[in-house]
């Protein structure tokens, strides 16, 4: 059994070496400056940089400090959702590890608990020091997540919440591969509540989501929460039936009450042919978004494979909780 935390903090990291050990020098001060005892989990997600190596040398130097190291890249939904199956604590906190979360928040999100709140998440005010393209992107994503789906999500959150035991417990029996994790927060319902903050520029580093990262996410927030997209296929084919039996409807007469009959008409045929490919093409893509993620569901493979751990009472015993 591993000794039980009041607190435990999840940070997920992939290639963090320029801020890792900054990172945890405020987490410990935050943390140190409350009465609670508390752990600090560092989930390494296949790291290729030193972020390790450093973690490894916290872990030694600090009995608080637990190191979840995974065997290759999973990404961040699924780092933060190892953190959460190894924590132990009674509040569960995520938070990046680039300190664009201010760690001094996690103290006003532990007072909101102690008030009675299951979970208590991160609302930016205001993002600093991120490119316009990331906050246009960000901002059109929320809206349209929201429009799309019944479950509500805040607007305007990360990842970076405190959620109680009994919330934890319920997101690790969720073994869905294709992880939304702030989506599947709110999903579960329980008593919420929001604290605001001010997001921090990066402390150093760049940004680990490359656009590739930021589309899969969005595909995956939209599709685990909404079937929409395929209705779509619905709705445009009903329109566009609508519109070819009228315009069969104009073709016929033409034929037969007036002389208009000619021959030409190849580009009107190629651009509608086009046009249409193009939308079977779309639809037929959104369909295939929805058939790989129940493919990967189907598959049942675990959702990360983890290499080794550090810091937690049974050594290296990769055992969960
Ligand atoms: N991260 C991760 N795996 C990935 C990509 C990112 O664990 O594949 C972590 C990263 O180390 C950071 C958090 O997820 O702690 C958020 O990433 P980042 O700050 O790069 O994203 P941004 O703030 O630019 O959206
Ligand atoms: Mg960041």
């Not at 939304?180 to 927060?185: A, E, K, Q, S």
């Not at 009959?261 to 046009?275: I, R």
């Not at 810091?311 to 015993?317: N, S």
Request: glycine content about 8%; charged content about 25%; some cysteine.
């Amino acid at each position: 059994m591993h000794e039980h935390s009041k607190y435990s903090i999840v940070v997920p990291m992939y290639n963090e070496e320029a801020v890792i050990e900054e990172t945890y020098r405020r987490l410990k001060e935050v943390m140190d400056s409350q009465p609670e005892t508390y752990e600090l989990v560092f989930v390494n997600d296949g790291s290729r940089d030193r972020t390790v190596e450093i973690v490894e040398g916290l872990c030694r130097r600090d009995g608080n400090v637990r190191l979840v190291n995974f065997s290759r890249n999973f990404g961040h939904q699924i780092a933060i959702s190892a953190g959460m199956d190894y924590a132990s604590g009674d509040a569960v906190v995520v938070i990046d590890a680039d300190l664009q979360d201010p760690p001094q928040v996690i103290l006003a999100m532990i007072d909101k608990w102690r008030q009675g709140y299951d979970v208590v998440y991160g609302k930016r005010l205001k993002r600093k020091g991120e490119t316009l393209f990331k906050k246009v992107t960000a901002l059109m994503f929320y809206r349209l997540l929201r429009s799309m789906t019944n479950v509500e999500i805040p607007v305007d959150t990360g990842d970076f919440r405190l959620i109680d035991r009994k919330v934890c417990e319920v997101l690790r029996n969720l073994k869905e591969k294709n992880r939304f994790v702030r989506g599947l927060v709110s999903w579960v319902g329980f008593k919420q509540t929001s604290v605001e903050y001010v997001r921090d520029e990066r402390w150093a580093g760049e940004t680990k989501y490359p656009l590739k990262k930021m589309i899969r996410f969005a595909l995956d927030g939209i599709t685990s929460f909404s079937y929409k997209p395929l209705k779509l296929a619905t709705y445009i084919g009903f329109a566009m039936s609508a519109a070819s039996f009228l315009y069969l409807l104009v073709v016929l007469y033409e034929k037969l009450f007036t002389e208009a009959y000619v021959v030409p008409g190849w580009s009107s045929l190629l651009a509608t042919n086009l046009f249409f490919n193009g939308i079977m093409l779309i639809l037929l893509g959104i369909i295939g978004e929805y058939i790989g993620r129940i493919y990967d569901e189907s598959k049942g493979r675990p959702l990360y494979i983890v290499k080794e751990t550090k810091g937690f009472q049974a050594e290296g015993a990769a055992e969960p909780g």
